[in-house]
């Protein structure tokens, strides 16, 4: 039982940490608000990968750090803790994972040294309207003919797909799902721009017809749900790190300015109503805390996870939710004035709520795991 | 950061679990739940007896102590093994107390009380309560006045846990009724519970447990009595209550119930087809259970294995106690609820309880640790002050 850091994991969350406040400066943020701009800080994104952030869990051989799951997790938390304008949970944690995971020696090389030093940009399409279970695509299918498929169908809600080199995709089967790379520039591929709550880049993208060739196949029917369970699982435990950024900082946001806040004479965080409103966003993230660091150091060793990622999620959710509603609350107005940081992080409070399944399909899905008698407690 | 135990805390987990199924014969289950899981019955004085023998008290005292040195997550394993098999376990005595005793005590209760605890032959209620002194403790006026050689004890106790069937009461009484700060005119004695002068009266609660009303009626006492320094006994209460609150949250009992509704679910069929856990609202009554006790399993292990590291955050104690203490209640309705009315039947009904009736004396009993051990409303102020750095206002 060890609820510490190793060396080389506070090294990860000290050099992510320094980059990340002195770079991400509210004027830096203020700059992408209502799509001013693509909201991605292609600058940083250069700092970090010299940093070796952006490898911090790739092999070596790939120019990587060649560290794991948890130092990856720890540098997503503090991406949260900043919001960061970068992709890199689609890019580092949906795409590049299980192409080190699962990918030909080929499309290794051809992909991971790019994303590590951050000349290549890949995402993943998870989300298809109406049917949010990643391993389960259902409106976008696959037919092969010879050495080649052709993928129809529509993903949503995939973000920077239009600037990405590749977007990894799923789709249906005769029986089985395959999981391509898909080239955004391909014949047959449509992207239709969004507006998302975040004003991050987020498109629909619909494929008719669209050629794929097997060299950019990353897994072969057989195989296809196991790998999108696999990346789903590390893209869920991912959202939940970032959450616990995006809460721990709005709780220490609150907690300064209510101290320095003054009503009646005195400081409102001396008011107990205000105090305890306070502590319990500490008990909340605490909790959040602990359940995410057990599912990434689990995800880490490869061990069995689900449970502990469904969990994590549940409280990603319910944890958000409240704290990001009591530090608009204890700031009153200020909370939610465009000119003070605040209101940003609420947006992604919501955005780690509910992207792959909020607390309520969460706990169904966990229920039934339960009925069958999979998550007994130990 | 590895969530796991260690192969040495598997294996004396394993240990304790096999040591326990076996003290806990079918007679001592059944006296301790006619006892309330209070204790105090003839097996259950015996059963702590052969504890002592087995080398099981006094688990976290240093080893010059006469104790077996375990760092504070072992002393958590074993505390999460004792109360999932329900034997009530005199805490208070063995791991608050005595260690304080073994401490700070002068020669008399080195060497004639610590080894009775640590044999199991000797009890000690706790009296700091009082009528007019609850959260604000150091408002006490229970009072001990130097009378020749010895010192003359006046007052009342309120919740003296136990006290009908202990030895002694650790009693907190006010020395110097002139010190410039309340708490700083507190000391802590030890008094016989058959010394004259000394009397208890039953004060009965919601959950059946017993607590009492004690008296303290002129009693004298000898210097040997006093523990520690005079007007010392502020450090003693509060160094008390810190070790208490390791075993108040603990997620032993209640996973161990948790899989037992699970259970009791897939098995029960229901009176219109299918069986009880089908239904979707008692996976999410589960499902919710099995969430919040996975957070409060990872707060009590890191509380544990911060205090064996030495770096346990006075916030991170205090959330604990919180969280731990608040979810038992909401844990309770969410199973209580799966059961329906049948988890109202009481364990001695003849008939239709389900669980060994155990989800109805819980509820009852499961407001106890949100105001005892440090009610939960300083807990937070404490958390504010201590994990957030708020300016609090002055008491
Ligand atoms: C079953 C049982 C066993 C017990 N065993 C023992 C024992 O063995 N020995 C012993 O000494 N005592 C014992 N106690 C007493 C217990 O420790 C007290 O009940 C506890 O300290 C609270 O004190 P009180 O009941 O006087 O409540 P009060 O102090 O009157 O509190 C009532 C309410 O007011 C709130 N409150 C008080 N002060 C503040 C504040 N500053 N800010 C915000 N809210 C506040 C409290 O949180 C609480 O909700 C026991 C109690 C029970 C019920």
């Known amino acids: ?378 | 950061m590895k969530v796991e135990f260690t192969p040495q805390q598997i294996e004396l987990r394993e240990q304790l679990r096999a040591y326990f199924g076996k003290l806990m014969t079918p007679e001592l289950s059944a006296e301790c739940a006619r006892d309330m899981g209070e204790g105090g019955g003839p097996l259950w004085r015996d059963a702590l007896r052969q504890m002592g023998r087995d080398g099981w008290i006094g688990l976290g005292w240093p080893e010059e102590l006469g104790g077996k040195g375990m760092s504070p997550i072992e002393q958590f394993i074993f505390v999460e093994e004792i109360m999932r098999a329900g034997y009530p376990f005199p805490f208070l005595t063995t791991e608050s107390v005595g260690p304080q005793l073994a401490e700070h005590g002068n020669d008399w209760q080195k060497s004639e009380l610590v080894p009775k605890i640590l044999n199991g032959d000797l009890l000690i209620s706790i009296g700091y309560s009082e009528a007019g002194a609850g959260t604000d403790l150091a408002a006490l006026t229970t009072t001990a006045v130097k009378d020749g050689d010895e010192w003359v004890i006046n007052g009342q106790k309120m919740w003296t846990s136990l006290a009908h069937f202990c030895d002694y009461t650790w009693l907190a009484v006010r020395t110097d009724p002139d010190a410039p700060k309340k708490h700083q005119g507190i000391s802590l004695f030890l008094v016989p519970n058959d010394a004259p002068g000394w009397s208890c009266s039953p004060v009965n609660t919601l959950g059946g447990v017993r607590t009492n009303t004690t008296y303290y009626d002129n009693i004298r006492v000898s210097d040997k009595h006093l523990v520690g320094e005079l007007n010392g006994g502020w450090k003693l209460i509060t160094g008390q209550l810190n070790r208490e609150r390791l075993s108040l949250v603990n997620v032993g009992p209640t996973s161990a119930l948790f899989n037992k509704v699970v259970d009791w679910a897939r098995e029960t069929e229901l009176a219109s087809g299918g069986t009880v856990i089908n239904q979707p609202w008692v996976q999410m009554n589960l499902a919710r259970v099995r969430t919040g006790i996975e957070a409060l399993k990872l707060v009590c292990y890191k509380q544990a294995w911060a205090m064996t590291e030495g770096t346990l955050n006075m916030a991170d104690a205090s959330a604990a106690k919180v969280y731990g203490s608040e979810f038992f209640i909401e844990a309770y309705r969410l199973l209580g609820e799966i059961l329906g009315q049948a988890s109202l039947v009481k364990s001695e009904s003849e008939s239709g309880q389900v669980l060994s009736g155990r989800l109805e004396r819980l509820y009852r009993t499961a407001s106890i640790i949100t105001f005892g051990g440090g009610t939960n409303e300083i807990q937070r102020d404490i958390i504010s002050a201590a994990g957030l750095w708020m300016p609090r206002a002055s008491r």
């Open chain 1, 1 to 378: 039982m060890d609820f510490g850091f190793s060396e080389q994991q506070g090294e990860v969350q000290a050099l992510a940490r320094q980059i990340l406040s002195e770079q991400v400066t509210p004027e830096k943020l203020a700059s992408f608000d209502e799509f001013k701009a693509e909201r991605f800080d292609r600058d940083l994104w250069r700092q970090l990968a010299e940093a070796g952030l952006l490898g911090v869990a790739m092999d070596e051989t790939y120019g990587g750090m060649g560290f794991g799951f948890t130092e990856l997790a720890l540098f997503v938390e503090e991406l949260g803790r900043s919001i960061a304008p970068v992709p890199a949970i689609p890019s580092l944690v949906s795409a590049a994972l299980p192409i080190q995971r699962f990918g030909t020696t080929k499309q290794k090389e051809q992909w991971l040294p790019g994303v590590a030093n951050g000349s290549t940009l890949l995402t993943a399409a998870l989300l298809e309207p109406g049917g949010e279970k990643p391993e389960n695509p259902v409106r976008t299918t696959v037919t092969v003919e010879g050495d080649n498929y052709r993928l129809s169908g529509v993903k949503t809600c995939v973000p920077f797909a239009r600037s990405a080199d590749r977007i990894l995709l799923a789709a249906r089967y005769e029986v089985g799902v395959i999981v391509v790379l898909l080239d955004p520039a391909a014949a047959g591929v449509s992207i239709q721009e969004m507006q998302y709550t975040t004003f991050e880049p987020q498109y629909e993208v619909r494929l008719d017809e669209v050629l794929v060739a097997a060299a950019d196949v990353l897994a072969e029917p057989a195989e296809g749900a196991e790998v999108m369970a696999w990346l789903t699982e590390r893209t869920t435990a991912a959202l939940c790190a970032h959450q616990l950024g995006v809460s721990d900082q709005s709780m220490r946001m609150t907690a300064s300015y209510t101290s320095e806040r003054k009503q009646f004479g005195v400081a409102i965080a001396t008011f107990q109503a205000v105090g305890h409103r306070a502590a319990n966003c500490f008990i909340d993230v605490e909790c959040l805390r602990l359940n995410v660091y057990q599912a990434v150091s689990l995800l880490d060793s490869e061990s069995e996870a689900t449970t502990e990622v469904q969990i994590a999620k549940v409280w990603a959710g319910d944890v958000g939710h409240r704290v990001s509603y009591a530090s608009q609350h204890l700031h009153g107005g200020t909370g939610i004035d465009r000119d003070y940081p605040l209101w940003r992080f609420c947006l992604w409070a919501r955005h780690n709520e509910l992207m792959l399944g909020g607390s309520a399909r969460q706990l169904a899905d966990l229920g039934q795991r339960i009925a069958a008698g999979e998550a007994y407690c130990s």
